[in-house]
């Protein structure tokens, strides 16, 4: 499966690097200072943002107590997002977490980064009292739903969108 052929392929490139060449993600709270980073992965996942959209996005993100949102680093650069919510669910009778966001750049696709995003989101989740984690993907994702699969998450119900004016 991809999610674990991907742990095991970065375990055998981190085994065959001397320990200062090993290639370290560092997941973190998001800050403000971010905010250029978060407007590019945003815009790599269909939602183009400018820097100070980008920056009130995680300023309103850090003000909800039920969210968060987290970047991951290697070699202190940006290269992936996070962005999580949890909330109760009336149909299961308890909290669930919502993977509202899930990207990494271009250039470390492939790397082990959105694994290492999806095993925090899990953490964070279990964390904040949910009994269960899901994940909103685009209909047109493919690699992105073959991901999930590979990491063990299953299709769910289909989701239906009616954009509301400006809100």
């Given amino acids: 499966?991809?999610?674990?052929?991907?742990?095991?392929?970065?375990?055998?490139?981190?085994?065959?690097?001397?320990?200062?060449?090993?290639?370290?993600?560092?997941?973190?709270?998001?800050?403000?200072?971010?905010?250029?980073?978060?407007?590019?992965?945003?815009?790599?996942?269909?939602?183009?943002?400018?820097?100070?959209?980008?920056?009130?996005?995680?300023?309103?993100i850090a003000a909800e107590s039920d969210q968060s949102l987290l970047v991951a680093e290697r070699k202190g650069q940006v290269c992936g997002l996070l962005a999580l919510d949890a909330m109760y669910y009336l149909p299961l009778g308890a909290r669930t977490c919502r993977i509202t966001a899930l990207a990494v750049a271009a250039d470390h696709q492939g790397q082990g980064i959105g694994r290492e995003l999806l095993l925090a989101a899990e953490s964070w989740a279990r964390q904040a009292g949910a009994r269960r984690i899901e994940a909103t993907s685009a209909a047109h994702r493919d690699h992105a739903h073959a991901f999930y699969r590979a990491c063990g998450y299953s299709e769910g119900a289909l989701r239906f969108v009616k954009h509301l004016g400006d809100a």
């Fill in 1 to 60: 499966m991809a999610c674990e052929a991907a742990s095991e392929q970065a375990s055998r490139l981190q085994a065959t690097m001397p320990a200062h060449a090993a290639p370290l993600i560092h997941i973190r709270a998001v800050k403000n200072g971010d905010a250029r980073d978060v407007a590019a992965l945003l815009t790599l996942l269909g939602y183009p943002c400018q820097k100070g959209e980008a920056l009130q996005r995680i300023r309103a």
